[in-house]
Every structure is written in structure tokens, then in C-alpha cells.
């Protein structure tokens, strides 16, 4: 693959770009492939968040008798979404969130009537107390206000007189279908989640790295923008690599077909935690370099190698099945270690930052393979 910059009349929604900076896209973010990889990827939960929904319309209606149970498949299936991410604290922000939007709501209805001010209003009182309850995890996002927001206004636009019990137990019912269906029979798989993320760390990283060893090999200067476009990539995917730490933490903590799993997860989240510090790293290099190349300040070729040498080993450890055989780890250890013995001190004002920040890269990486 060439890693490079290319400009786009059009990038879609779901790719990373800066839109200030102008058409600057990221060449290792192939558009195509991404998008069929999270189709791929979101097969399955799109499947059991429609069988959830399919399932609490099925307890509410036929089971329980109600006439609209609407608030249970909309529980199930937003609770579960398209990724199986944090669906356990989904769960609960989705249900509670409907719980109050129901409460506030009634009380609206019951007052007010059903009108535009009404709904303004609703709105407002229910966003305004669930901004006010959010507290730990409730917090995060704006799952909890969301929903909230979305329940009163159902109730206010479709309220029927003694129905806010009725509501509320759909809601439960849907929460409850996803939760058996989230924790219970198909729990997410704590080790795949992890690795997938960080390969999608790594990859980002080989590709910022091997864009800049091709600069520093011709001695070109970087796409105005490019810079920010990569660093934001990189941060982009360690949120995600975040986020699936929290899952896996917490599937091995509740979800009884994964408990077996928690030494295991533990051990994986201890090595994983050290790409932080690698990206820190990386990035700094990133930085460092592209600053050099718009001084036009010349940099030795040994060290322009060495971080082409880094990025080759990034972009093959994320492609590497895993968890990576000892042979494969041997091989890319050697790689790193030559790679930094390469860096020069040369006396360029910029290089000698330079080859501290491939040598520190290098050191974070070698600790990475060695765990793994």
C-alpha cells in the first residue's frame, strides 16, 4: 500500500476530515474498505438489537396487552444499537432516560395539555433534570438526556390518559430483553473488542509514520492541515481503543460466559494501556518532523530510514493475526532495535529532537511486541 495525501471533491460523513483546513483526507483511511468493515462489523448487533426489539413488542403486546407498546422495541433496540460497545451503561442510560421523559412528560400532559408551548416546555424541564441527575456514567455522552428528551415528547404528543404506567413498564421490558440479550446469551468477546481497536490504533500510527518517512525521504514539506488531520485521526482511534476498554472490563465483570476471561483481559488491558504512550511518541515525532521539512532543514538518511523502518513494523503488527507468535515478535523486535541504533546525532537544531523522539517511538513499540 502507498501511504500518502490525496485530495477529494467529497468525503463522506463517517470519515475523519477537517473540513477548515480544506480537502485534506487521510490515504491509509480507505474510504470503501472502512465502510464495509463496520458493515461487517455491525452485522451482528444490528441483527440481535432487531431481534430485541422484535422480541419486547412481542412481551408488551401479547403478553403484557398493550395496545402501543412502542417505548419497548425503542428501548431494546436503541439500548443495543449497531456495536456492541458499552451496551451494558446503554442499557441503563436508555431506560432511565425514558423513565424520567415519562415521568415529566405525564406531569406536562396532565397540566398543559398537548401544544407546541407544552412540548417546548417538556423539553426543556426534562432536559434541564436529566442534565441535573447525570452523575457517573449517566453522564457520558448524551445518551441519558437524549432519550430523556425524546420519551416526554412522545408522551405529550401521543398521551393517553393513565398510560404513563403503562409506558414505563415498556420501557423496563425492552431494557430487560437487551440486557438478557447484551449480557446474558451474546455477550460481546472482551479480547476480540480490545485487539480490534488496537489494531486500528496501530494502523493509524503506521500510517501518519509512513507518510512522514516518505517527506523525509524526498525532502517534501506536508499538505497544509495534514499534520492536525493525522494527530485527530490518532486521538480519534485511542478514544475508541478507550471505549473498548471499558466494555471488556466490564463484560469480564458481569456477563457469566465471560468471566473466565478476566486474568486474561487483565494481562491484555495492561499491555494495551502502553500505545498511549507510544502515540505520545509517535506523535511527536510526527510533529517534530513535518517541522523540520517546512524549515527545509536537512535530515540525515539513516534516521529517514529508521522511521520509515517504524511505520513498516506499526503497519505489520496491525495486520498480524493475533495474539502475535513469539517468532513474529522476535523478528520485529530486531527490526526496532536496528532502527534505533541507525539514529545519528546529527547537529541540525531540529534533527537531534528528531532522532530522541524515533528512538522513544522505537522503545514503546519494542515494549508493546515484547508483551504481546
Do not use: Y
Not at 518532523?289 to 523502518?309: F, H, M, N, W, Y
Amino acid at each position: 500500500m502507498r501511504w500518502g495525501v490525496i485530495s477529494t471533491p467529497h468525503v463522506d460523513a463517517d470519515s475523519f476530515r477537517l473540513p477548515e483546513l480544506g480537502d485534506v483526507a487521510l490515504a491509509w483511511r480507505d474510504q470503501v474498505a472502512d465502510a464495509r468493515a463496520r458493515l461487517r462489523a455491525s452485522l451482528w448487533p444490528c441483527a440481535q438489537a432487531a431481534a430485541a426489539a422484535g422480541i419486547a413488542w412481542l412481551l408488551a403486546h401479547d403478553v403484557l396487552g398493550h395496545a402501543q407498546p412502542f417505548f419497548a422495541p425503542i428501548a431494546a433496540a436503541i439500548a443495543l444499537s449497531a456495536n456492541n460497545v458499552r451496551r451494558g451503561r446503554r442499557i441503563l442510560q436508555m431506560v432511565a432516560g425514558v423513565m424520567i421523559g415519562i415521568v415529566v412528560g405525564e406531569a406536562a400532559s396532565a397540566v398543559m395539555g398537548t401544544s407546541a408551548l407544552s412540548i417546548a416546555v417538556t423539553v426543556l424541564v426534562t432536559m434541564v433534570a436529566a442534565m441535573a441527575v447525570a452523575v457517573g456514567f449517566f453522564g457520558e455522552g448524551m445518551m441519558f438526556v437524549n432519550q430523556s428528551a425524546a420519551a416526554a415528547v412522545l408522551v405529550v404528543a401521543l398521551h393517553k390518559h393513565g398510560t404513563g404506567s403503562e409506558r414505563a413498564l415498556d420501557a423496563l421490558v425492552g431494557g430487560a430483553v437487551a440486557g438478557v440479550i447484551a449480557v446474558g446469551l451474546f455477550p460481546a468477546h472482551p479480547l476480540t473488542m480490545l485487539r480490534s481497536a488496537e489494531r486500528e490504533v496501530l494502523r493509524s500510527l503506521a500510517g501518519a509514520l509512513g507518510r512522514v518517512g516518505e517527506l523525509l525521504a524526498t525532502a517534501t514539506a506536508a499538505e497544509p492541515g495534514w499534520t492536525l488531520a493525522a494527530a485527530q485521526d490518532v486521538h480519534r482511534q485511542l478514544g475508541a481503543l478507550a471505549a473498548a476498554r471499558v466494555s471488556a472490563r466490564a463484560n469480564v465483570r458481569v456477563a457469566p460466559r465471560r468471566w473466565r476471561l478476566r486474568a486474561e483481559v487483565a494481562r491484555e488491558e495492561e499491555r494495551i494501556g502502553r500505545l498511549d504512550l507510544l502515540a505520545n511518541a509517535a506523535l511527536s515525532l510526527l510533529r517534530v518532523a513535518t517541522d523540520a521539512l517546512a524549515a527545509a532543514e536537512p535530515i540525515p538518511p539513516a534516521l529517514c530510514r529508521s522511521v520509515g523502518q517504524l511505520a513498516a513494523v506499526l503497519d505489520e503488527l496491525a495486520r498480524a493475526p493475533q495474539p502475535w507468535p513469539s517468532a513474529l515478535r522476535e523478528e520485529i523486535a530486531a527490526r526496532v532495535r536496528a532502527a534505533i541504533e541507525a539514529v545519528a546525532e546529527p547537529g541540525a537544531s531540529r534533527a537531534p529532537v528528531l532522532a530522541s523522539s524515533a528512538r522513544e517511538t522505537g522503545r514503546d513499540l519494542l515494549a508493546i511486541a515484547d508483551a504481546g
